[in-house]
């Protein structure tokens, strides 16, 4: 029997914070060094390296593109605007085109190709008329801002269309020239298509196994870590902080590696449906070995006195255990298979408009209104800094809401993104200086610089924006017309994107992270009512059990909680993330881990009579309060309580599992209710 049965400690991120410091004598000295710290940041947001491929892919295709553009242009002599749109469309064929399969990539470049070359059109047709650039400009964002209510094919599509239409009327292409601009957009798609797959082609199955590998990788040091708490040691207090610090570093790198195997999982691996199972559930016994462990070592250092040194041994040991499993289920896998597409295509459009008394809460058509007011703003206030260089202002406002569904989130990115330019320029100008005159120098910097700003845009988009700045501060030395005096003015436009888009933010159709973060909860809240009426209706235990893609499914919806919350974790909050706030990760987090716990139990010991109609009744209970808050009729019908909240044993664990669900249910009712 799993220790992980009897645990009745919660995890530790859902516990209050407690004197860590009263706990150092017991404690062995931290031991982690930097390096290994720095390898579970980078593990935590590119597990397999998939960032890393492909930044190494975007370096190549943008050097093959300039060399087959330069060979082309020595027979057949080439404007320069047809250079630069060569590699704006190579960089963004490869990043932004992420289709599941080959014929699938292909099929968005091609609407990619066709979108952009009308959007380059319409500018050249305008001539030297900046209004109707301008007008057309804004048609344009709202469209591309507008296309991702049709999923992600279209909204590729729609930033591919407008990063090479700005650049177009920033370059004045000349209709006598869009030959070229469409020789341009052809070659940089058929180059990136090449590489992505007969050069540098995908491979699932590898980047699957390389998920699980940096899971089990990371598992193993999290038992490094916990296991040094053993036996007791003296050390100092700062010691004592160091390695709970070290600890929770590797449960967080653990959580965010094991949620990416479960989005990666194999769905459609032929002939191997019980193999996928298998994975499931062996995934959800290691996040769950991991996170009784990181509880049970808490649990000593708040509460001493209940403290067992064979306890946290057996957890050890069950970790260890979990992680054989994994790798036993992984190993029965073909060598090859397909990339999974169950579950990953995006929700159909309900309909080309929102629906009737809906306009103004559909997120996708408010955001596009915002998207497209900002960028508006910035072209007139650009213009006015800069009669050339003004598109820097509009690129600026458009990127500051990708992937942003809260006016703070954009705050916050515009923030990330001025300061990074900010610093960047300073750089920039320092490196433009020592490798001006050395070729080579320059044209490595520039490769490395350009390799940095996609590797750690998913790290930090300071870093991005900073790298992205070193690499135009490079080019503009490379084409002769660095100065210093250019480099302010991007920074001078940069301010001005996103100021524009910030305010657009905060005063177009506004949402709060607050209403970002309820809707987030009520995503978990129903994913947890789908477990639960899953539970009452095939209460048996199986290892094919259907709960375990329920428990999954509410681990993406503790994802987006934790998203919407992120930008209040962020030095610009300046700490205004409320106690509250914090009260709602730590119900969330609780509630999924006491959802794990649930399945788990499930799995071994069938539920009785009286747990599968608690069930039943907490299932819809959490799905009213999904949707509205639940009636007094409903809120009488509660789950077990009395001694199963005490966790005593492997046969109360179901009963307590439910307590658990319903007592924070009802805090969050009571807090909803309470709330203005």
Known sequence: MSCGLHSPAAPSCCRPPGPIGAAAPNMKSPVMTRIQRLRLRILEVDPSFLALRMSGCIVVSMIVVAGVMTLIGKAYPLPRPAYVLALIATMQGTLQVNDRTESARATTRIYAIIASFVAIAAIAAAHDSLRIINILLVIIVFAASYAARFGTRWRAVGVF??????????????????WSAAAALVI??????????????????????????????????????????MPPKAASIRAGKRQMADLHLVTRTLGADIRACQASLPLEVPDQHSAVTAITLRLLDLHFAAETLVARITRRER?????????IAKALQDVQDAEGALNAAVATLPPTFPAATAGKAPPAPTGILPRQGEWLRDQTLRQSLQVTLACALAAVVGEAVSGQRWFWAVIAAFMIFNNTKSGTAVAIKGLDRAWGTAIGIVIGIALATLT?????????????????TFFIARVSYVAMSLFLTIALSLIYGLIGIFTPELLVLRLEETAVGVASGMLAALLLLPISIQQ??????NALLSALGDLLLSAAET??????????????AVDHALEGVLTAFAPLRTAWSFGTMLTSGRDVLRQAQLMTYTARRLERSIRHHPPTPDEIQAMRALGE???????????????????????????SGPDDMTASSLAILTRTLDKIETERHAAP
């Open 303 to 311: 509460q001493a006195a209940d403290y067992h040194e064979g306890s």
């Open 621 to 647: 209970r959490l799905k009213a309060a999904a949707g509205a808050p639940a009636s007094a009729e409903a809120r009488g019908t509660s789950a077990p309580t009395g001694a199963a909240a005490n966790m």
């Open 539 to 552: 209460p048996e235990g199986s290892e094919g059990h259907p709960l375990a893609l329920k428990a999954t």
């Open 516 to 521: 970002q973060a309820t809707t987030a909860m």
């Open 161 to 178: 269309a407008f990063m090479c239409a700005t650049v177009a009327a920033f370059l004045q292409e000349d209709e006598r020239d869009l």
């Open 436 to 452: 001006h005159n050395h070729l080579f120098w320059l044209s490595a910097a520039l490769a490395i610089s350009i390799f940095a």
């Open 188 to 229: 940089s798609a058929a180059v990136v298509h090449v590489l992505r797959h007969f050069i540098m082609p995908d491979d699932p199955a590898r980047e699957f196994r390389r998920l699980v590998a940096a899971a089990l990788s990371v598992s193993k040091q999290l038992r490094r870590v916990a296991g040094s708490a």
